[in-house]
Every structure is written in structure tokens, then in C-alpha cells.
């Protein structure tokens, strides 16, 4: 059975940082791209970052570029998202994503609030 199970949101300052994974089963994980998405109340789901297979090709949105790594552990079939300098604008649920050729799956979520 396929799975994807987020963990590491919680409650940071602005100027905090946090790491989230993605735990993934049930699928050959080193095979396929992944990404983190995320939707703020309100707002439609906006992607966040995504990377290949191999983990060489990265790419991020603008709003976190320079703030967010996207990484990947192909022997341990995790996916991580590593947020330093959190904004209040960065307080969402957020989703990680495996991308087959057909279509999607998504994991249920994690909760990253900022405020102080």
C-alpha cells in the first residue's frame, strides 16, 4: 500500500527554522520526483519545491528561494524540506508529493504555523 507521511511541522518565531520529512512506502521511492506543496487558509495549493529522482535537479518557488532546501535520502525513502528564516506568510499546511507518469499522490499533511 502506497504511503507518504509527513512529520516536523509545529509551531515557530519568525527568523525560526524547521525540517519536515516525508516517509514514503509502497513504491520504488529513487525512481520518482517528489515536491513539496502547501496551501495557507484560504489559498489554493501553491508548489513549494520539487526534486528529481537523483536528487541533483532542484527547483523552488520564488518566495523561498534562498530560505528552503529540498533533499531527498533515496536509501532511507525520505523526502525533507529544511525552512530556516520562517515568515508569518510561510504558515500553511504542507504536503509532500510523488509524481508517477499517469498522476499524483499526496501525503496527509503538515501543519507549519509561524507567528510569536
Known amino acids: 500500500q502506497m504511503r507518504l507521511v509527513e512529520s516536523g511541522g509545529g509551531l515557530v518565531q519568525p527568523g525560526g527554522s524547521l525540517r519536515l520529512s516525508c516517509a514514503a512506502s509502497?513504491?520504488?521511492?529513487?525512481?520518482?520526483?517528489m515536491a513539496w506543496y502547501r496551501q495557507a487558509p484560504g489559498k489554493e495549493r501553491e508548489l513549494v519545491a520539487n526534486?528529481?529522482?537523483?536528487?541533483?535537479?532542484?527547483n523552488y518557488a520564488d518566495s523561498v528561494k534562498g530560505r528552503f532546501i529540498i533533499s531527498r535520502d533515496n536509501f532511507k525513502n525520505e523526502l525533507y524540506l529544511q525552512m530556516n528564516s520562517l515568515q508569518s506568510e510561510d504558515t500553511a499546511v504542507y504536503y509532500c508529493?510523488?509524481?508517477?507518469?499517469?498522476?499524483?499522490?499526496w501525503g496527509q499533511g503538515t501543519q507549519v504555523t509561524v507567528s510569536s
Open positions: 508529493r510523488v509524481t508517477f507518469p499517469s498522476n499524483q499522490y
Open positions: 509502497g513504491f520504488i521511492f529513487r525512481t520518482y520526483p
Open positions: 526534486i528529481d529522482s537523483s536528487g541533483r535537479r532542484k
